[in-house]
Nanobody, 123 residues
Framework: VQLQASGGGLVQAGGSLRLSCAAS????????VGWFRQTPGKEREFVAV????????SYADSVKGRFTISRDHAENTVYLQMNSLKHEDTAIYYC?????????????????WGQGTQVTVSS
């Protein structure tokens, strides 16, 4: 069972990155999937979530209008398109599978986690 997050890197403020979360050994298609992020000394925080069919999404206020979450069932992959990046978006980004089909922002409702990918935005 593995979630592989990728696509992180170093980008200038105002730039874009697209993160990918690929699943192996588990089924993504019947569950909501979310992205979270964490910086040193702070708790992991919710970023975005998408429902099992991709018809519902939710975003943290800090990323609303800049980030877009999407999913490709055929590829068993969830994406996070990040535009207009800011220095404060710098963090390790984690993808996680919820235990339910519907969107939730509660971290304890996510049962499988990827290893994280570093995003660094230079100001």
């Amino acid at each position: 069972v593995q979630l592989q997050a990728s696509g992180g890197g170093l980008v200038q403020a105002g730039g874009s990155l697209r993160l990918s979360c690929a699943a192996s050994g588990i089924t993504f298609s019947n569950y909501a999937v979310g992205w979270f992020r964490q910086t040193p000394g702070k708790e992991r925080e919710f970023v975005a979530v998408i429902s099992w069919r991709g018809l519902s999404t939710s975003y943290a206020d800090s990323v609303k209008g800049r980030f877009t979450i999407s999913r490709d069932h055929a590829e068993n992959t969830v994406y996070l398109q990040m535009n207009s990046l800011k220095h404060e978006d710098t963090a390790i980004y984690y993808c996680a599978r919820s235990g339910d089909r519907w969107i939730t922002t509660r971290i304890y409702e996510f049962d499988y986690w990827g290893q994280g990918t570093q995003v660094t935005v230079s100001s």
